[in-house]
């Protein structure tokens, strides 16, 4: 079964390979090709094209074209979904787009499954480090955006002595302008690039070549181009069999760690009490989520950056703060900038300090979408390998103990396209009907299984006609047809195949090229807003305090080192606090203060420069 598409020259076409709904299972393998753009060159030409494709190997392929003109794209990758896929070891040059990643290429899940489309190992120039493409990495949509559109959120990883983990793509060192590194209308990337480079390529994008959010991340490793060995002979299947078991076993227990330590132990618990808390229990709130920092999720902060009434500026800001993933979030700063009373420019500042680095929680992800990836490329080869090909039969049991290894709702489809393929429909009835019982699946998920189940349906009826799937009756083709309208994942690539090959449709791929009018080569998020005028250098609130109460400090032309200190009624010296910000809000706990008026004075370079009271009630 499958297609191995090797050795072949696709020489001056204006499209080149075209391929749509492969699977591990249907298996497709695109390695040592060359594909040259034809001249001339329209705009959406390209050599490959995978649509609605999942599971490929796409390895030691050359992508270019000889028209000066850089109007080519070499690569489409067009909705291979949330699973992880990797483009690996390729050769692309003198392209308009070298990689056109469209639509939805990721995973979502921010807890556990970051995965999905990710690139490795490919030169983006030539090795005489001429013919630059003018886009090596363009990410496009045209359907509605999600927290799906885009490549993997990971691109590479770092793993204590691996110089494989990050991704090793090779750029030309000094592009002229115009030049695009990475043109990402998608959502967030993390690059992790070796830091140690023994070539003469460049390996961390550029940030006047980067459009959207890419944030770059060395890892200490070296690289040279034996970082990025050849996959194309394989392992045999004991030595592919142990990589997936090392792999799943490595995913599993940092899943294992993620599903402890994130929000608690329980996302829907410590959401509850979010939702639920009240003024009176902002202080109570706020340590509470500092005690499970920094590993809140999305939902969590999200959650708490949308109870403005408990949550104020400034506990939202050390909530964030303790969670440096949380800068990294557009959804969350378009929260913040929508809050009734803005968060103020300093403590935006405070908060985006964490855009650039790497948090302890992400970290794991990083390392478990590694995982992932490898698992996936073992459990792909060992599908080949097991299906046997025309000389040798398939191994039933071992494909049978693989699927049930992987123990995934994809691997379970994987089961059911296997028996749909061997018609064994009874089978493939019975495993379709223990999905959803097997596994949560979410609204979509629901819906695509619906799908899965109305094609098979039409596509047993077909299959069982003499005349086959080439003269499809107008109630077959009506069942199809609604199939391919309603699901843009693999069941509606497969009806759209099946009509496509009965001539009942025209089908015109998709290329959705970036809009780059009038865009600069970055976006610039939100920073916060202003103050007004004349701001007073020491205010509190809220004033009288019960739990705790903010000291707000504006040390404008001033020194910024201070100290506050905080008097009882007597005169008495009971707390001092360090200021080390020009502008900031400090929380200061209450509980310990009993009723009465207290007095605070903030001094620089020894000098009292002014003060504040505030009155505790109980």
């Known amino acids: 079964m499958g297609i191995d598409l090797s050795k072949t020259l696709f020489l001056d076409n204006t499209y080149g390979a075209y391929f749509s709904g492969f699977t591990s299972v249907s298996g497709l393998r695109i390695l040592s090709n060359t594909f040259r753009n034809g001249q001339p060159c329209p705009i959406d030409s390209y050599g490959l094209y995978l649509d609605q494709c999942t599971g490929y190997h796409v390895e030691d392929n050359e992508f270019y074209q000889t028209d000066s003109s850089l109007k080519g794209i070499g690569l489409i990758v067009n909705n291979s979904g949330i699973l992880p896929n990797e483009i690996y070891r390729n050769r692309f040059h003198n392209l308009r787009f070298a990689t056109l990643s469209q639509n939805v290429n990721r995973n979502d899940d921010q807890s556990y499954d970051a995965t999905g489309l990710c690139y490795k190992c490919n030169k983006l120039v030539k090795d005489d480090l001429t013919e630059p493409n003018l886009f090596d990495f363009a990410i496009t949509y045209d359907q509605p955006y999600t927290d799906f559109i885009g490549i993997a959120r990971y691109q590479g990883s ?24 990475f043109y990402n209308e998608g959502n967030d990337i993390d690059y992790y690039f070796h830091s140690q480079n023994l070539t003469n390529f460049r390996l961390q994008p550029q940030p006047q070549s980067i459009y959207g959010t890419v944030r770059t991340h060395p890892v200490i490793s070296q690289f040279t181009e034996n970082s990025c060995p050849s996959t194309l002979n394989g392992g045999g299947s004991s030595g592919e069999r142990d990589i997936l078991v090392e792999a799943v076993n490595q995913s599993d227990s940092i899943k294992d760690v993620l599903s402890t330590v994130v929000d608690g132990g329980s996302t ?68 913040l900038s929508n809050r009734t009373i803005p968060m103020p420019g300093y403590m935006m500042e405070q908060i985006l300090a964490g855009e650039d680095s790497i948090g302890p929680k ?63 429909y009874d089978q493939m009835a019975e495993v379709m009907n223990t999905i959803p019982a097997l596994f949560n699946l979410t609204g979509s998920q629901t ?9 098979y349906d039409a596509s047993k009826s077909i299959c069982s006609d003499t005349i086959y799937a080439f003269s499809i009756d107008s109630v077959r083709g009506s069942s199809l047809q609604s199939v391919m309208l309603s699901n843009n994942d693999l069941p509606g690539a497969y009806a759209r195949n099946m009509l496509l090959a009965a ?91 009993n009723s009465g008026l207290y007095l605070l004075e903030l001094y620089t370079n020894g000098n009292k420069i002014s003060s504040a009271k505030i009155s505790v009630v109980r």
Not at 164 to 172: D, S
Not at 294 to 299: G, H, N, Q, R, V
Not at 402 to 424: E, G, I
Request: charged share 25%.
């Open 268 to 335: 829907e618990l410590l959401t509850f009490d979010v939702q639920t808390s009240t003024p009176p229990e902002a202080m109570q709130l706020r340590n509470e989520l500092l005690t499970e920092s920094p590993y809140l999720s999305d939902t969590v902060l999200k959650t708490s950056v949308g109870k403005e009434e408990v949550l104020n500026n400034a506990l939202i800001r050390d909530v964030l703060v303790a969670n440096p993933h949380s800068a990294k979030s557009e959804k969350i700063n378009e929260m």
């Open 158 to 181: 770092h793993l204590s002595g691996s110089s494989f983990a990050p991704v090793g793509n090779m750029f030309k060192p000094y592009p002229d302008y115009p030049h695009y590194d």
């Open 503 to 593: 001539r009942k449709i025209t089908y015109q791929e998709p290329v959705i090229l970036p809009d780059t009018g009038l865009k600069v080569t970055k976006k610039e998020k939100f920073r916060g807003v202003k103050e007004s005028d004349y701001p007073k250098i020491i205010s509190v609130f809220p004033n009288p305090a019960h739990d705790y109460f903010i000291v707000k400090i504006d040390l404008s032309e001033r020194p910024v080192n201070g100290v506050i200190n905080l008097y009882d009624g007597n005169g008495k010296m009971l707390r001092s606090f360090e200021v080390h910000n020009q502008k900031d809000q400090i929380i200061i706990p209450a509980t310990n203060l």
């Open 447 to 455: 819906a695509t299984h619906q799908a899965y189940l109305d094609f």
């Open 362 to 424: 992400e970290l794991l992800q990083a390392r478990k979408a590694w995982w992932e990836q490898e698992a996936t490329k073992s459990y792909t080869q060992l599908i080949h390998h097991y299906q046997g090909d025309n000389t040798e039969t398939a191994n039933t049991d071992s494909l049978n103990w693989l699927f049930d290894y992987r123990n995934t709702p994809s691997s379970y489809y994987d089961r059911t396209d296997w028996l749909h393929a061997t018609q064994d």
